[in-house]
Each structure stands twice: as C-alpha cells, then as structure tokens.
C-alpha cells in the first residue's frame, strides 16, 4: 500500500534548494516512502494538496477548516515542523481524522539556547556596543555599563520542556527560578528548581521575565500593563514564544517610561514588525528566527519524519496535540488498515 508525503514548499528558496538544509528526509527514504515537495505555495494548506496526499510534512501555512473543504481522503498526519499550533485549526483535523503533531524534541534545545542567548545579548547591552564600534563612539562606552546574570532571580511564563531545559542551562550562573504555569505539576517543579507563583508575584520578584508560554485564549495578552508594572525598574523582558502573549502597546510604554529596563524579542504581534519596537535603543530584536540553527533543522525535521513513519506503519505517533482523534473511527479505521 502507497504512503505518498507531501512537504510544504516553505522551505525551498527560487532556486529549489531546501533553506533549512538538512532536514532529516533520508528516514523517508530509509523507511521506503515516497515524498516530494508540494508544487502549490499557499499561506493555508489547500484542499487539493489535503486530498493527495497520506502525510504532510509543514512549517509556514496555516491549516483552518477550509482546508478540509469537500475532501473525501484527508491526510492521516500533519506534521508540523516546529512547536507553534495557533495556526492549526486542531477540532477541523479531528473532525478529518488526521492527527496533527509538533516537534517538541526537535525545538526545546534550540530555543532554551537562543533564549539564553537573547538574554546575555539584552543584559550586555551587546546591540549597543556592537553598535559603538561600527559609529567609531567608543568614548561612549560607560553609558552602556551591562548587567550580570548571577544570582539574580529568572521569571518564567511557561514551566513545559523548553522553560525546564532552560533552568538546566541557567545552573551554572546560580539563579533563583521562579515561575507561573497552571498545568505543571508541584512535583515537577521541584525537580526542576523552579518555585511556582501566581504571575504577578513573579512579576514582582524577578530581574528577567522570560515568555515560554503557548499562544492560547488565556495567554494572550496576559503580559500587560498590570503586569509590567509590577515589575523592578532594572528588570528585563525575554519573548522567544508568539507575540500576542504579551500587549505590545503596554510594553512600548513601559520601555518608553523607564518601568523596565530593557526587552528581547524575537517575536510580535504582527509581523514583520515596524511598529516604535524598531527605533527603541533598550530593545533587542531578531526576526522570529534566532533559534534557527543547523541543529533545529535536523531535529524538527527528524522528529516529523519519525511521527509520519510511525502512522505509515500503523502506530500512533509521538507529540499529538489533537488528542482527542486518537478515539475516533475516523483515525483509527485508517490507522488500522496501515497496521494490516
């Protein structure tokens, strides 16, 4: 029986090159499964690539009920390069039958790096110094006088896999971890290290607040004007997850007034970003891309790979976010003919 996956073609750039390099598509081959490159580029996956084929390897589009639209063979498997699933209409894949997946495996070491990154970048004030050099202002450099990350105190919006690799690489500086996360378990964050507060008192204890938080109904905008308040005039603000979570606006006026110090983005609300964010001196921007390295590539890619090979022989694949297919006739019928 023919398993045929189709891979978005976000990630070929004019010349048909994949941007991202390696990917890890040899456990396609590995595993005797034809692929190719979807011909049609399209901001939402469309029903006619939804309709041929078994498995769709994505980054960029988004999938929303219209692309299920009058399709009689959905896809058993979406499987998205990358954490993010604000973009998937998940009740529309369990209504189809597809699970849809995410590579949590592939990510987490990548961001937690850039995420430290980003924040030794915003603490040294590395952007402006950069800058002193290439405007030959070195007689400035006082003015720019950077901030240590040891012993102070790290607030984290978002206690899931990438918040606790982050603590992992935070040890060695000796901070103090706080953070808010409704869903983490008392006894995880004991193992991690991390005290769990509601978020107003992380926002009241700590130097840095680091958003690793998914982009949900309750996270958005959760980071505001009440919560940026309560926040120390020398403290700084991380966001390496999705833009909305945190009010743009409020943080622009409290860079603006000094209530905080300084941010780090690599994400906003609407993107590209051109908005004050752009001309601000005490903010640190990257383009939605700082955790981009040859090491994401190859593990986001890989863990796809091992998802759409596990529903190509039958099994239920690691990482579903839409769970509740998994209980469906409509998944399950499917899944059981590629067990047989």
């Known amino acids: 029986m023919?398993?045929?996956?189709?891979i978005s073609s976000d990630f070929l750039d004019s010349a048909g090159?994949?941007?991202?390099?390696?990917?890890?598509?040899?456990?396609?081959?590995?595993?005797?499964?034809?692929?190719?490159?979807?011909?049609?580029?399209?901001?939402?996956l469309t029903p006619a690539q939804m309709e041929r084929y078994d498995a769709i390897l994505y980054a960029a589009?988004?999938?929303?009920?219209?692309?299920?639209?009058?399709?009689?063979?959905?896809?058993?498997?979406?499987?998205?390069?990358g954490v993010g699933f604000d973009a998937v209409d998940l009740k529309a894949c369990t209504r189809a039958g597809t699970v849809a997946t995410i590579t949590p495996d592939g990510a987490r070491g990548p961001v937690a790096t850039a995420t430290l990154s980003m924040l030794l970048s915003v603490l040294h004030n590395t952007v402006m110094k950069d800058r002193l050099v290439r405007e030959k202002s070195w007689d400035l450099r006082e003015?720019?006088?950077?901030?240590?990350?040891?012993?102070?105190?790290?607030?984290?919006?978002?206690?899931?896999?990438?918040?606790?690799?982050?603590?992992?690489?935070?040890?060695?500086?000796?901070?103090r971890c706080v953070g808010y996360d409704p869903f983490c378990p008392p006894e995880r964050a004991s193992d991690l290290g991390v005290e769990l507060m509601e978020l107003e008192d992380v926002a009241s204890s700590c130097d840095a607040l680091i958003v690793m938080a998914v982009l949900t109904e309750q996270t958005h905008h959760i980071v505001n004007a009440a919560i940026?308040?309560?926040?120390?005039?020398?403290?700084?603000?991380?966001?390496?997850?999705?833009?909305?979570?945190?009010?743009?606006?409020?943080?622009?006026?409290?860079?603006?007034?000094?209530?905080?110090?300084?941010?780090?983005?690599?994400?906003?609300?609407t993107e590209p970003v051109t908005n004050e964010l752009v001309g601000m001196d005490n903010v640190t921007l990257s383009p939605h891309c700082l955790s981009w390295t040859d090491e994401m590539s190859l593990g986001?890619?890989?863990s796809c790979v091992r998802a759409i090979v596990a529903v190509a022989n039958g099994r239920t694949p690691?990482?579903?976010i839409n769970r509740e297919v998994l209980e469906t006739a409509a998944f399950n019928d499917r899944l059981g003919l590629r067990a047989g």
């Open 17 to 44: 090159n994949n941007v991202w390099g390696d990917i890890g598509l040899a456990g396609l081959d590995d595993a005797g499964l034809k692929w190719e490159y979807m011909e049609e580029g399209a901001e939402v």
């Open 143 to 175: 003015r720019f006088m950077g901030t240590g990350l040891t012993g102070k105190t790290i607030g984290l919006l978002g206690v899931g896999n990438t918040g606790g690799e982050l603590i992992r690489l935070l040890q060695p500086f000796g901070v």
């Open 300 to 302: 986001n890619g890989s």
């Open 318 to 320: 690691d990482f579903v």
């Open 228 to 269: 940026l308040d309560r926040m120390k005039s020398t403290a700084v603000v991380i966001n390496m997850a999705r833009g909305p979570i945190i009010n743009e606006p409020d943080l622009i006026s409290a860079l603006a007034s000094g209530s905080i110090a300084a941010a780090g983005l690599d994400v906003f609300e």
């Open 2 to 6: 023919t398993f045929t996956v189709g």
């Open 61 to 81: 589009p988004a999938v929303t009920a219209a692309s299920f639209a009058g399709v009689e063979n959905p896809p058993l498997i979406l499987a998205r390069f």
